[in-house]
């Protein structure tokens, strides 16, 4: 069969005129009736919500576990496949002659920001203090659990949940967007990756489909976030001094201080997204990314510095060695102690991590994408994959070794096992500072400064990311209504799900919505390898592989 110039043409119906001018009816309506159904349902039914989220839940994690671990083994293998092929590292996301818009220290910083950074505050220091306590070493009795044979795997396990898988997944979904929409000049959306596989048959009912488990799978995965965060908020601000009525008597936070906290934090977030990338985003993003350098120069000095160190080349070395087998060892329960504890921790752990990170992808891989264009693939995997995970393990080691450290030594006491997972951050902080109270309660102040900074740069990349996708991926200003709608329904979701099942309603919800998505991504990991692999047949035969858009088009693109 003759080879063809690749596909650059994937027309998508938007409205002319009227309310919804320049954006697809058939992803917009759909994706919005699906939130607001969602959020009618969880506020008017909360005991049958909570019932069948859960049951549903129950059968996702006793039945697609497999998948969800075996498909983010091959995003990781894909990625470093993709970096170490000659033809394919050297390719640039764009043109032969184009250039990265942004700086390599604000795309890092964009990067970090809306993929990872407001898990980090909570996770740094409450995961690995949860591993050094029980992870499948203690279960399987090759470790002691709090005991110092204990610390190399507790960073072992956190590495792996932060680490290469979580960035590849986020990787994969970048490079296709990249390569499909700056090369060949089709739509920044996420059916324009599988028109390899489908052709022009995404212009029509299956692209829509394509699009609409993209934003819904997006407002479930930064919901995820955004609930953590809003815990956490709430533990800062009662830590700062503002009063005991933001907690109930059980120490669990009052419906006044979640709903507070999710308003403030939407109407900053949906500012920042009306001011656009180039403007609001970035200056969050090197804002937070200063904080969180400060930050760390504090664990650095002041914390278990050498501890921290310690831990971060045991776990890295442990991590690398045990990596292959961790990412494709599946646990299922036989009604032995041992096997139960094991599927029961890696269900709770790794699978709710990878449909997090799935749920995620979509936002996170369109927006890096966004902030990509000019650079290579090998550029982009060890800029998107690497570099990110580094920063993560760094975190890690030196929050959550301290941490484990003022526990081992006994100056916690069991302070920070006992507070909840947003307050142990700021408990260390407190117990670094004992002779300083004035420094520690401006610590703390630092810290929420740093936690609203992350909310806002993950949920109004967020916002705009989905009204890209509902635009047919068209990266122009969009319509304020329909950012600020975005806003207000990203809230009401966590706002609802919180009120009726706290955190673990939207985890259940969110590991739900990320099952249709995680096919689409394996789709589109295939698709591109294919595209890729064409692209080079192509070229020995003459035939042009980058489309160069329309002048007017181009010009939108690249915001001239």
């Given amino acids: 069969m003759p080879l063809k110039p690749p596909l650059s043409s ?11 001018k320049g954006f697809s009816m058939d992803v917009t309506l759909t994706s919005k009736i699906i ?3 969602l959020i009618m349902w969880a506020v008017i039914f909360p005991a049958q ?3 069948v989220l859960n049951d549903f839940n129950g059968y996702i994690l006793a039945h697609f576990a497999t998948w969800y671990l075996y498909v983010m083994a091959v995003f990781v293998a894909a990625c470093v496949g993709l970096a170490l092929w000659p033809s394919a590292g050297r390719l640039r996301l764009g043109h032969d002659e184009e250039r990265p818009e942004f700086s390599n220290f604000s795309w890092f910083s964009m990067m970090f920001g ?7 505050l909570t996770w740094a220091v409450a995961e690995p203090v949860y591993h050094f306590a029980n992870n499948p070493d203690v279960i399987l009795g090759h470790a002691e659990a709090g005991a ?3 610390i190399g795997n507790a960073y072992k396990w956190s590495f792996l949940h ?9 990787a994969i979904i970048g490079l296709a967007l990249a390569f499909f929409a700056y090369r060949r000049s089709l739509p920044l959306t996420i059916r324009s990756a599988l028109t390899p596989l489908f052709g022009k048959m995404l212009s029509g009912p299956l692209g829509h489909a394509v699009d609409v488990f993209a934003v819904v799978a997006t407002i479930l995965g930064v919901a995820q976030t955004l609930g953590f965060g809003v815990e956490q908020f709430i533990a800062g601000m009662t830590r700062i001094g503002f009063g005991g009525w933001m907690q109930n008597a059980d120490g669990s936070s009052s419906v006044f201080a979640i709903l507070l906290s999710v308003v403030v934090i939407m109407i900053a977030s949906t500012l920042s997204a009306l001011s656009g990338v180039g403007k609001g985003i970035k200056w969050l993003s090197n804002l937070n990314m200063g904080l969180s350098i400060f930050l760390l120069a504090f664990l650095f000095l002041f914390g278990s510095t050498w501890f921290g160190t310690a831990a971060f080349f045991t776990g890295m070395f442990e991590y690398i060695l045990a990596l292959p087998a961790m990412v494709v060892t599946i646990w299922k329960p036989d009604g032995t102690t041992t096997a139960d504890g094991l599927a029961k921790w890696q269900g709770a752990w790794t699978v709710f991590y990878w449909a997090w990170w799935v749920a995620f ?4 891989g369109l927006f890096l994408a966004r902030i990509s264009r000019g650079r290579t693939i090998r550029e982009f995997v060890l800029g998107a994959m690497i570099v990110p995970s580094l920063m993560c393990f760094v975190w890690f080691a030196w929050a959550g070794g301290t941490a484990i450290d003022l526990e081992m030594s006994g100056i916690a006491n069991g302070a920070i096992n006992a507070a909840g997972d947003g307050a ?3 408990v260390m902080t407190d117990l670094l500072l004992a002779s300083f109270p004035f420094l520690a309660w401006a610590m703390a102040v630092l810290i929420v400064i740093l936690l609203l900074t992350y909310l806002v740069t993950s949920v109004d990349s967020a916002i705009l990311i989905v009204n890209t996708i509902n635009a047919g991926g068209d990266e122009g200003p969009k319509a304020r209504p329909h950012i600020i709608f975005w806003g207000v329904a990203l809230g009401g979701v966590v706002a609802a799900l919180l009120l009726v099942g706290g955190l673990d309603a939207i985890k259940t919800a969110m590991v739900i919505g990320a099952l249709p998505f995680s096919m689409v991504m394996l789709l589109m990991c295939v698709a591109l390898i294919k595209a890729i692999y064409r692209d080079g047949l192509r070229e020995k035969a003459g035939i042009e592989t980058v489309i160069v858009a329309d002048p007017e088009d181009e010009a939108k693109a690249i915001g001239a």
Avoid: E, H, Q
């Avoid at 992808?361 to 996170?364: G, I, L, Q, R, Y």
């Fill in 148 to 150: 110092a044979d204990n």
């Fill in 361 to 364: 992808a979509p936002f996170v």
């Fill in 35 to 37: 939130v607001g159904i």
């Fill in 10 to 20: 994937l027309p998508i119906r938007t409205a002319d005129k009227g309310f919804y």
């Fill in 49 to 51: 919500s909570g019932k």
């Fill in 162 to 170: 932060w680490g290469f898988s979580a960035w590849s997944s986020y």
């Fill in 424 to 426: 142990k951050i700021f």
């Fill in 114 to 120: 809306a993929g990872i950074g407001v898990g980090m």
